[in-house]
């Protein structure tokens, strides 16, 4: 990582604030409790974009929404919250299995990109 981006990465993680992290984490760990109870069946139906978090959480009005995606991020390394995505959205797996899965489909892309 350069020194730029590095900078540019320390930048946007220390204007994510604790509220925002709070309402991003009660968002998923919500969507988690209802797929748990059965009022959601699906990981894509618990998944939440980053624009409907932007939208609803950080007021991010930016192509791609970096500060939400910054704060997904800073949830997993400093709050250990195991969040996993793809085109429809991150959200908590209730099991394993979709984790593995995931790591199993970035192994083979990063196999396809060498």
Same mark, same amino acid.
């Given at each position: 990582?350069?020194? &730029?981006?590095?900078?540019?990465?320390? *930048?946007?993680?220390?204007?994510i #604030?604790?509220? =925002?992290?709070?309402?991003? /984490? $009660?968002?998923?760990?919500?969507?988690?409790?209802?797929?748990?109870?059965?009022?959601?069946? &699906?990981?894509?139906?618990?998944?939440? *974009?980053?624009?409907e978090?932007a #939208?609803?959480? =950080?007021?991010?009005?930016? /192509? $791609?929404?970096?500060?939400?995606?910054?704060?997904?991020?800073?949830?997993?390394?400093?709050?250990?919250?195991?969040?996993?995505a793809?085109?429809?959205?991150?959200?908590?797996?209730?099991?394993?299995?979709?984790?593995?899965?995931?790591?199993?489909?970035?192994?083979?892309?990063?196999?396809?990109?060498?």
């Open positions: 990582m350069t020194d &730029t981006t590095h900078a540019s990465q320390q *930048t946007r993680t220390a204007s #604030d604790g509220e =925002t992290l709070d309402a991003i /984490e $009660a968002e998923l760990v919500e969507r988690y409790e209802h797929r748990m109870d059965g009022q959601i069946n &699906t990981a894509a139906e618990q998944a939440v *974009t980053s624009s978090l #939208d609803e959480i =950080t007021g991010e009005d930016a /192509e $791609a929404n970096p500060k939400t995606r910054e704060a997904l991020k800073v949830l997993m390394r400093e709050r250990d919250l195991p969040i996993v793809n085109n429809h959205g991150s959200w908590i797996p209730v099991h394993e299995d979709p984790v593995e899965t995931k790591l199993e489909e970035l192994d083979a892309r990063i196999a396809g990109i060498e």
